[in-house]
């Protein structure tokens, strides 16, 4: 079997998306806060382990994020993993809106970043490097406490679909 070399100039962006998209993943909210003690959450589904010792994980944010700059700025920020039944949470964080967290009833690390409710589990991270990825930043941090619920079912997202176990 040959791969035929793609020519960058007549890539269509859309049809990569949906090529992308066979790949199933998690889905995640990676929530901050800003200087002004202002919450910011995301839905990410490109989350993933890097390393066990140190503990490292990466994800990626788009440059024009509304929070992206909340992201650059504080180095913390915590990792919430949904579970199979909180799909519209996913799409809260998804949508653009004022109060992103309106509604949930959150717990919140030493350094006042957002716990959401009901997750599969979490991962308290500081930032160690950011890198260039294109039309994204791509974010590797430092794990520095989690908990996780074995017993709780995953949410996933595959095809531009969520799906659950």
């Not at 509604?103 to 409710?117: D, K, R, S, W, Y």
Request: glycine share 6%; hydrophobic share 35%.
């Amino acid at each position: 079997m040959r791969i035929t070399e793609i020519n960058i100039v007549d890539f269509d962006h859309k049809d990569f998306r949906s090529a992308l998209g066979c790949f199933g993943t998690g889905v995640t909210v990676i929530t901050t806060r800003d200087q002004d003690n202002r919450h910011y959450g995301v839905t990410v589904s490109s989350f993933n382990s890097v390393s066990l010792d140190p503990p490292l994980i990466l994800w990626s944010q788009g440059r024009e994020a509304p929070s992206h700059k909340a992201f650059k700025e504080n180095a913390h920020f915590v990792v919430n993993v949904l579970s199979a039944n909180q799909t519209e949470v996913s799409n809260q964080f998804a949508r653009p809106s004022d109060n992103k967290f309106e509604g949930l009833t959150c717990t919140f690390t030493e350094n006042g970043v957002a716990i959401l409710p009901e997750i599969l589990g979490h991962f308290e991270c500081v930032t160690e490097n950011m890198f260039d990825g294109g039309d994204h930043i791509i974010f590797l941090a430092k794990v520095i406490n989690y908990k996780h619920h074995p017993d709780t079912d995953p949410l996933f997202f595959w095809r531009g679909k969520y799906i659950t176990p």
